[in-house]
Every structure is written in structure tokens, then in C-alpha cells.
């Protein structure tokens, strides 16, 4: 089975904005940003917690 070309991947965004609307998409992605920045900033955090752990170890 072949992957999608660039026509098809044409054809589903242009459905996609029809059955959404661009303002509707934009929402979404904006807060798909979101969440993945704020994935990002948790996983820092436990970085930096460890960090401090062993650093009060020593």
C-alpha cells in the first residue's frame, strides 16, 4: 500500500477546513500547542527536581 501523495493530502485539508472552518482549526491547534509545551515544561521540571536531588546529596 502506497503512502498519500500531495494531491491527496490536498483534498483532505481543503475537507477538513470545510467541515471545521479555519477558525475552529486554528483553536485547535492553538491549544494542541499548549499542551505540548506544557508536556514539555513538565518533563523539565522533573529534570531540574532530579537535578536538585542529587546536588542536596552530595
Known amino acids: 500500500m502506497a503512502g498519500f501523495g500531495w494531491q491527496e493530502l490536498i483534498i483532505i485539508l481543503v475537507i477538513v477546513v470545510v467541515l471545521f472552518g479555519v477558525g475552529r482549526i486554528g483553536k485547535i491547534a492553538g491549544e494542541l500547542g ?15 527536581q532530579e537535578k536538585e536531588e542529587t546536588h542536596k546529596e552530595e
Not at 509545551?37 to 521540571?45: E, N, S, V
Open 34 to 48: 499548549s499542551g505540548i509545551r506544557a508536556f514539555k515544561d513538565g518533563l523539565q521540571g522533573d529534570e531540574d
